[in-house]
């Protein structure tokens, strides 16, 4: 089967379109065609050895599919050959999504959002289950609280702000001024220009910051919370000094690691297939782009996400 491989650590340069073992899937796993891999900014810092999660080269990046079952191994009942899927299998180990076929635990999937594409269906796994895991599972977020997301035009961002507005929050966003109407759009009740205002200065109140910048902003996110408000943080999750100064300003705090979770994919394509949630793909590319995904991501100019597509046979 084609897959994009890399041998060596280094830029977009080092992915290449080869030829590999189709994966044979074990017991509790089903074999997937996969129609479309989202590409995200783990993955290239995978890729140039900043973030060193897969050990040495060679091997296959990528987490998010959407696809089709193809192979069902006898004793699991949640699939048949047919079934459209999507998932985000096996993060934070290898995933090998950047493939024409992927071997997946049949509960790290999910079926697919029936209002979606596989390009669209594809975007939506680890960056919304991150978003669902920090504004549900963490935040436990209910109508008519208060809810301030950093980076809201982002990945994570623009999805986090859609599940918060679903929950009946008041949504603060932070973006620039060129993502300010499609924030809005998402139904932002607030956006805020980070390049021109201080968020502490407009927001003392939050219920729940959710911070996926990084940086300065969990800190000075304490001075936007209420007494008793919660920091949640997808990029400081392993900060001591930050979870000790959240609790010394009387704040609570949570890091949230995302993990493949099928119940978390059902409840955001019930979101999707009732209107509420709407993944935003700005690039569509062949598998064989898989560089020039890379050197897109890496400009930090995306607005949602960028997919890589297969062909359906």
């Given at each position: 089967?084609?897959?994009?491989?890399?041998?060596?650590?280094?830029?977009?340069e080092v992915l290449e379109l080869t030829d590999v073992d189709r994966p044979q899937p074990l017991p509790s796993e089903v074999l997937v065609r996969v129609h479309a891999a989202a590409v995200n900014p783990v993955d290239a810092?995978?890729?140039?050895?900043?973030?060193?999660?897969?050990?040495?080269?060679?091997?296959?990046?990528?987490?998010?599919?959407?696809?089709?079952?193809?192979?069902?191994v006898p004793g699991v009942t949640r699939f048949q050959v047919g079934d459209e899927v999507y998932g985000m299998p096996f993060f934070p180990r290898a995933g090998n999504a950047y493939a024409e076929y992927v071997a997946v635990p049949s509960r790290q999937l999910a079926r697919?959002?029936?209002?979606?594409?596989?390009?669209?269906?594809?975007?939506?796994?680890?960056?919304?289950?991150?978003?669902?895991?920090?504004?549900?599972?963490?935040?436990?977020?209910?109508?008519?609280?208060?809810?301030?997301?950093?980076?809201?035009g982002g990945g994570v961002g623009h999805l986090a702000v859609q599940i918060a507005k679903a929950r009946g929050a008041h949504v603060i966003a932070t973006a620039g001024a060129a993502k300010h109407d499609f924030v809005r759009g998402l139904g932002a009740d607030d956006v805020i220009d980070y390049r021109t205002v201080d968020f502490t200065d407009v927001?003392?109140?939050?219920?729940?910051?959710?911070?996926?910048?990084?940086?300065?902003?969990?800190r000075r996110s304490l001075q936007a919370l209420r007494p008793g408000g919660l920091l949640v943080t997808v990029v400081d999750r392993a900060d001591t000094a930050l979870r000790q100064a959240a609790a010394a300003a009387g704040r609570r705090f949570a890091g949230v690691t995302v993990e493949p979770d099928h119940v978390g994919l059902q409840e955001i394509a019930e979101l999707v297939d009732t209107g509420r949630l709407r993944p935003h793909v700005e690039h569509t590319l062949p598998l064989a782009d898989a560089a020039k995904a890379h050197?897109?991501?890496?400009?930090?100019?995306?607005?949602?996400?960028?997919?890589?597509?297969l062909p359906p046979n």
């Amino acid at each position: 089967m084609h897959a994009i491989t890399q041998h060596t650590f280094g830029g977009p340069e080092v992915l290449e379109l080869t030829d590999v073992d189709r994966p044979q899937p074990l017991p509790s796993e089903v074999l997937v065609r996969v129609h479309a891999a989202a590409v995200n900014p783990v993955d290239a810092m995978v890729r140039s050895g900043a973030f060193p999660l897969l050990g040495e080269p060679p091997f296959v990046l990528g987490w998010d599919i959407s696809g089709v079952v193809e192979e069902v191994v006898p004793g699991v009942t949640r699939f048949q050959v047919g079934d459209e899927v999507y998932g985000m299998p096996f993060f934070p180990r290898a995933g090998n999504a950047y493939a024409e076929y992927v071997a997946v635990p049949s509960r790290q999937l999910a079926r697919k959002p029936k209002a979606l594409d596989h390009a669209h269906a594809a975007a939506l796994p680890l960056a919304g289950l991150t978003a669902w895991q920090s504004i549900v599972d963490a935040g436990q977020v209910e109508a008519g609280q208060r809810v301030l997301i950093h980076g809201g035009g982002g990945g994570v961002g623009h999805l986090a702000v859609q599940i918060a507005k679903a929950r009946g929050a008041h949504v603060i966003a932070t973006a620039g001024a060129a993502k300010h109407d499609f924030v809005r759009g998402l139904g932002a009740d607030d956006v805020i220009d980070y390049r021109t205002v201080d968020f502490t200065d407009v927001v003392t109140d939050a219920d729940l910051v959710l911070d996926t910048v990084g940086g300065t902003y969990g800190r000075r996110s304490l001075q936007a919370l209420r007494p008793g408000g919660l920091l949640v943080t997808v990029v400081d999750r392993a900060d001591t000094a930050l979870r000790q100064a959240a609790a010394a300003a009387g704040r609570r705090f949570a890091g949230v690691t995302v993990e493949p979770d099928h119940v978390g994919l059902q409840e955001i394509a019930e979101l999707v297939d009732t209107g509420r949630l709407r993944p935003h793909v700005e690039h569509t590319l062949p598998l064989a782009d898989a560089a020039k995904a890379h050197h897109l991501i890496e400009s930090g100019r995306t607005q949602g996400k960028i997919v890589l597509t297969l062909p359906p046979n």
